[in-house]
């Protein structure tokens, strides 16, 4: 870890979430946004995100709360100048007509949108949270294979997305087919430093095709804010050059 941390350095974290990642009185996310960027401040990082989840999330954001949101953003934004702050959303990729549960016409309360998996009732929750997570045929696995991967092309293909994040946790996927369409859209994959996936085999995979990375911190704590060792060696173990990985630098 030391090692890593003595040779590379973040520049930026585009993923991470608050207490407006919340269910009911339940908080998802446990910082507030002045708390994530000051964490971002205090890691020498240049530039952070709040994307908290899409809306159809069991955690999504109530998007009548954004003016609110902004207006902490700015509050942030003024107390540490040294850190840009931008609103995005982790938009769910779910089963619409643009593939994402953020409705083309809210796309504009946001700076950016990524977009991942998570487990929701657009997506058949329950068959991809069994073939994902317990024994069952390979013909079911084969299928909801193929109906994931059609969700996350229909996604990229219709949407502006910065990033996609944590391919292949919680559902199969064909990471080629991900990794042509990152490839044609000009998607940044994420190399995820809170999940499982994408492990090392998934990163060589969608390194064949001419996509660059980002990692992020996935942060539900502030604390874990720009966390990137983890995934930097998860890059170095896949091979992945470090120039296509747009924000780790050199010291």
């Not at 643009?98 to 700076?111: C, K, Q, R, T």
């Not at 942060?219 to 170095?236: D, F, I, N, Q």
């Amino acid at each position: 870890m030391e090692d890593i941390k003595k040779k590379y350095r973040l520049t930026k974290d585009l993923h991470t979430h608050t207490i407006y990642s919340r269910i009911g009185p339940y908080f998802h996310g446990k910082g507030r946004i002045i708390d994530n960027v000051r964490a971002a401040h205090e890691n020498g990082l240049s530039e952070v995100a709040i994307t908290d989840h899409g809306p159809s999330d069991l955690y999504g954001i109530d998007q009548n709360k954004i003016p609110k949101i902004r207006a902490e953003i700015a509050e942030a934004q003024a107390k540490y100048p040294d850190v840009k702050v931008l609103l995005g959303v982790e938009a769910d990729i779910v089963d619409t007509p643009n593939g994402i549960d953020v409705a083309p016409e809210d796309v504009a309360l946001y700076d950016f949108v990524n977009a991942g998996y998570h487990y929701v009732p657009k997506c058949r929750m329950i068959a991809n949270f069994i073939t994902f997570r317990l024994p069952c045929p390979k013909m079911l696995k084969a299928k909801m294979n193929q109906y994931n991967t059609e969700l996350v092309l229909r996604a990229l293909h219709n949407n502006d997305i910065r990033v996609l994040t944590h391919p292949g946790d919680k559902a199969y996927v064909n990471m080629d087919a991900i990794g042509k369409a990152c490839e044609e859209t000009g998607t940044l994959v994420e190399i995820n430093a809170r999940h499982k996936r994408p492990n090392v085999d998934d990163l060589r995979c969608l390194a064949q095709y001419a996509v660059d990375f980002i990692i992020g911190s996935d942060a539900h704590t502030p604390s874990k804010v720009g966390r990137y060792v983890k995934s930097t060696e998860l890059a170095l173990a896949a091979g992945i050059e470090l120039w296509r990985i747009i924000n780790l630098v050199e010291r």
